[in-house]
């Protein structure tokens, strides 16, 4: 019997099958969420936040994951710090090791006391950096390396700092567009060997170093990137996304991904979605 090579190779249109595995969060209420300094594009003081909806769109955010099966602790918020909601920046916590964030901005230093706590009360000593970090807003895991971003927010000394503390190899990414400040606004991880990334928020070298690396990466357009689109968080199979990115909704069914889209809007308002409120505490 002779066999047809065309079968053998992935067949346009073929989706691979994906794999959930059960995930553990941490998140913040955004019950003092405000906009009232600007630290970054997205942020406009003088537009009104209605803080309540805010808190129902987060409580739904949290329902989201607690219906896919996963585990969500909880850090009290604390009045005067309206940015707390943005959990992702609070550290990284992966190979059994934490690192805790040290803010950009004096209005968010406070947030890193907090988280600081909720890793001694688990079992992490925080390790603090020299330099600037802010969590996993520039820190993502896939698999078993680090992708770090800088340019705006996260010192490139950082990643060195946090990638021998944690015993993991890192790869730095060049972010060149204001709008997209943390490497969590412009590169979503969706298993432990698939990102989805926006190009231009990347200078052409780690552009370049994102192709090597992910050939198979799916690139998402404007449109969804400047809603946020890739402020994501996957569990290997559901992806977890801003409702208004939906192109790149329906390029992640293509791919085998199950997406869930949830309305975040008012957290639009500080430039977070999903990602930016949630961290995930690899053990
Ligand atoms: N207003 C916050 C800031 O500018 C938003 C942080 C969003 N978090 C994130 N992981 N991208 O610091």
Redesign the pocket.
């Known amino acids: 019997m002779t066999m047809d090579i065309a079968a053998t190779e992935p067949r346009a249109g073929f989706a691979p099958i994906r794999t959930a595995r059960p995930r553990r969060y941490l998140m913040t209420a955004p019950t003092f969420f405000t906009v009232e300094y600007v ?2 594009p ?2 406009d003081a003088s537009s009104p936040v209605d803080t309540a909806r805010a808190v129902t769109q987060w409580e739904t955010l949290r329902q989201t994951y607690l219906a896919l099966g996963h585990s969500v602790e909880v850090i009290d918020p604390i009045p005067g710090l309206p ?1 707390m909601v ?1 959990a ?2 609070g550290g990284t916590v992966v190979n059994g090791r934490a690192a805790v964030a040290r ?1 950009a ?1 004096a209005e ?1 230093a406070g947030e890193a006391v907090a988280y600081a706590d909720w890793m001694r009360r688990n079992g992490y000593e925080p390790f603090e950096t020299r330099h600037v970090n ?4 520039d820190f993502l895991t896939v698999g078993d390396v680090l992708l770090a971003g800088y340019g705006f ?1 996260t010192d490139r000394r950082a990643h060195d700092e946090v990638a021998a503390h944690v015993g993991l190899p890192v790869a730095s990414l060049q972010l060149v567009d204001p709008r997209f ?2 490497l ?2 412009a590169l979503a991880v969706l298993d432990d060997a698939t990102v989805a990334y926006y190009p231009p928020a990347f200078s052409e070298e780690s552009r370049a170093a994102l192709a090597r690396m992910f050939p198979g990466a799916i690139q998402v357009a404007s449109a969804d990137a400047y809603v946020l689109g890739l ?1 994501v968080v996957s569990d290997g199979l559901n992806v977890v996304l801003p409702a208004a990115a939906t192109g790149f909704a329906e390029e992640l069914t293509r791919a085998g991904f199950r997406p869930v889209g949830v309305d975040l809007s008012e957290l639009l308002k ?3 979605s999903v ?2 409120c949630t961290l995930e505490v690899f053990s």
Not at 134 to 137: A, H, I, M, S, W
Request: with cysteine.
């Open positions: 630290i970054n997205w942020m940015d943005y992702a920046n803010f901005h968010r802010e969590g996993q807003g927010r400040y943390h969590d606004t402020n500080g430039g977070g990602k930016c």
